[in-house]
């Protein structure tokens, strides 16, 4: 199935420093949204975007909707040690019958303290 | 209030077995979705429900069916299982499924020998 293109992979930072990862893919999406997930956990929400070149902040994250709709980035300000998890964006549209999430592969992020 | 639940936490059966995994959504929540996650890639989407009528499938084989009950629980079985089975198994609940937040449930790990 379809697998949104997200960079990088993997991030291993020290604590306080900032973090910045982006998703694209190759059709317009109307919603992009950002995930973590943490070990043995779902993914859960951390911020919705809604509007080509909205930006929205939670705390010490923001994300962007790219003004194409085919990207987004996420970025995290003066990491701590429980940021590490796997973060995921998706893409979703409105149209047609259902409201399906299309997932990046995600990014591993460690925070060494 | 409690979250989206799932059960059985963990699962392992052999080649050929069929298995049925069940999803008890947010209280007051009617919509349903499951997706696969495989390990190291991001959650793919398999089916979504809303008042107990399919209203989305993706790209998975027929041996993949769910169902939704008047209580907005949903099973998802799947029949002849395959080694590439393998995966977690994610439940996201919904008001109504027309574009609100997904929630997601620990999910089921299944094994596959």
């Known amino acids: 199935g379809q697998q949104l293109n997200q960079s990088p992979q993997s991030m291993f930072i020290q604590e306080g420093e900032d973090v910045s990862m982006n998703c694209t893919s190759s059709s317009i999406f109307n919603t992009w949204l950002w995930y973590k997930q943490d070990p043995g956990e779902g993914p859960v929400l951390l911020i919705a975007?809604?509007?080509?070149?909205e930006l929205t902040s939670n705390g010490r994250l923001t994300a962007q909707f790219g003004i194409t709709r085919k990207d987004s980035f996420l970025n995290i300000s003066a990491s701590i040690p429980s940021d590490v998890g796997i973060y995921f964006c998706a893409g979703r549209n409105s149209g047609g019958s259902n409201y399906k999430l299309t997932f990046g592969k995600g990014t591993l992020l460690t925070v060494n303290p | 209030d409690a979250g989206v639940t799932q059960s059985p936490t963990h699962l392992i059966k052999t080649r050929g077995q069929h298995v049925t995994l069940r999803c008890s959504p947010i209280s007051g929540h009617k919509s349903v979705s499951w997706y696969q996650q495989v390990l190291g890639q991001g959650p793919q989407f398999i089916f979504q429900y809303y008042e107990k009528e399919e209203r989305g499938r993706g790209n998975f084989p027929d041996r993949f069916s769910a169902r939704q009950f008047p209580n907005y629980s949903s099973e998802l079985n799947v029949n002849a299982l395959l080694l590439g089975d393998s995966a977690l198994y994610l439940c996201a609940s919904s008001l109504r499924g027309f574009g609100d937040t997904q929630y997601f449930g620990p999910g089921t790990r299944l094994t596959v020998l």
């Open positions: 975007l809604y509007k080509a070149g």
